[in-house]
């Protein structure tokens, strides 16, 4: 599609500058019958281009914008939430601002690699703490996040390759660890504990910890 718009493009300059050019010397055309064929065919094919920028172009890029700009903030309530989650299961109360703050890749890696008591770092103590009630608001998220992935993928067209993949795979990790329940085994459950840890923190098997949300850039690619 993108390539689409872009000999889109190209064949409107061509058609404009072939327009003005003829509309100079008008003789031409009146003499050439051909000419005069080229120009008419080089003013429908401006006048329907600009039909297709306004009716279809134009309202697509809006609709896709919007599409994107609500999965962010989707994005963004589901770290949020599920932060609350992981707080709760080291009994903290919890705030707006300290959610907000754990939502940045940098402050949740080092907030949750601090050590907690007999515990190596508080990421071990979330899952050491994590009860079946926590566990289950915590798949309910992932389900909801793989719920707004899915619609957005259903609704707009996706032509980077790396990018629908990318959704694809994190739409099957969520949709996978929802269906299991709370009765997860305990490879499962580390499983998605290390899910989560490279989804809040930026960790990535090649490159190490990210500075930039690989979810956030995704959305913005789209």
Not at 70 to 86: G, H, P, V
Not at 121 to 140: K, P, Q
Request: aromatic share 18%; proline share 1%.
């Amino acid at each position: 599609m993108k390539n689409i718009n872009k000999i889109m493009i190209c064949l409107n300059i061509i058609a404009i500058i072939f327009y003005l050019f003829l509309l100079r010397i008008p003789k031409f055309i009146a003499q050439y019958n051909f000419l005069s064929l080229f120009y008419n065919i080089a003013i429908a094919f401006t006048a329907s281009s600009i039909f297709y920028l306004i009716n279809v172009y134009i309202p697509s890029q809006k609709r896709k914008s919007i599409l994107k700009n609500n999965l962010e903030e989707q994005y963004l309530n589901f770290k949020k939430e599920c932060i609350y989650l992981f707080l709760s299961a080291l009994g903290y109360s919890s705030s707006e601002e300290l959610q907000e703050k754990l939502c940045i890749l940098e402050q949740f890696k080092e907030y949750f690699k601090e050590k907690y008591h007999n515990y190596p770092d508080r990421w071990y103590a979330v899952w050491g703490n994590m009860d079946d009630y926590l566990l289950e608001d915590l798949l309910i998220h992932l389900g909801t996040l793989k719920d707004d992935i899915q619609f957005v993928l259903n609704n707009t067209e996706v032509y980077d390759e790396k990018v629908l993949s990318f959704f694809k795979d994190l739409s099957q990790y969520a949709y996978d660890f929802h269906t299991r329940g709370v009765h997860l085994e305990y490879e499962r459950k580390k499983s998605l504990a290390g899910f989560l840890w490279r989804l809040f923190s930026g960790w990535t098997l090649s490159e190490g910890y990210k500075k930039e949300d690989i979810v956030k850039r995704m959305i913005k690619i789209i």
